[in-house]
């Protein structure tokens, strides 16, 4: 019982501490040079830590997204299996930028094989796949919001019908 106690305790504590170790080291060396005293000396660390940093970003080693840029790829990711939290890096600003709901027009709409069910294709490009039989299918340019259900699936809302089951195909 103890050892799963200390394993409990051992698992969050290595979880930041990996967070810790993905973060690129030239953002700390930026954030490092606050405490340096003296203006000169202070502004030699500025200068180098932003220096390092333009470099990194023009060589490719560190990547800048602004959190429009993320939400904007989290939706384009929106119903795949691909989990964003991996890309994004996890933690709480990832938690910030997460997408649970996403508001697009149907662009087509075809039968899928079962009785019922159709293949849309949104105005993102993505395309859905109703699990549910629809009485009548919804005509392109209607608006549909796509919500996480419960149990891992999702929920497509077409504008004047109940909402139906529906995963992501493409």
């Known amino acids: 019982m103890k050892l799963l106690i200390i394993l409990a305790a051992w698992v969050p504590s290595a979880a930041a501490a990996q967070r810790v170790e993905d973060r690129p080291k030239s953002i700390d060396e930026i ?27 023009a060589s ?16 384009q990711h929106f119903g795949l ?27 087509a709409i075809a039968p899928a094989k079962a009785y019922g069910r159709f293949d ?8 859905w796949q109703t699990l549910e039989a629809l009485p009548f299918p919804p005509k392109p340019g209607v608006g549909v919001t796509l919500q996480k259900a419960a149990m891992g ?10 909402s139906v089951l529906t995963k992501r195909i493409r």
Request: net charge positive; charged share 25%; glycine share 10%.
């Open 120 to 127: 849309i294709q949104l105005a993102n490009g993505s395309v």
């Open 31 to 57: 954030t490092a040079c606050r405490q340096v005293h003296g203006d000169a000396a202070r502004l030699r660390c500025y200068d180098h830590a932003a220096e390092a940093l333009a470099g990194a970003r």
């Open 60 to 75: 490719g080693d560190i990547l800048i997204l602004d959190r429009k840029t993320v939400v904007a790829r989290k939706q």
């Open 153 to 162: 699936g999702y929920r497509l809302s077409v504008t004047g019908q109940r």
């Open 81 to 107: 299996s691909t989990p964003t939290s991996e890309m994004f890096g996890g933690g709480d600003a990832d938690k910030a930028t997460e997408v649970r709901q996403l508001a697009s027009k149907i662009i």
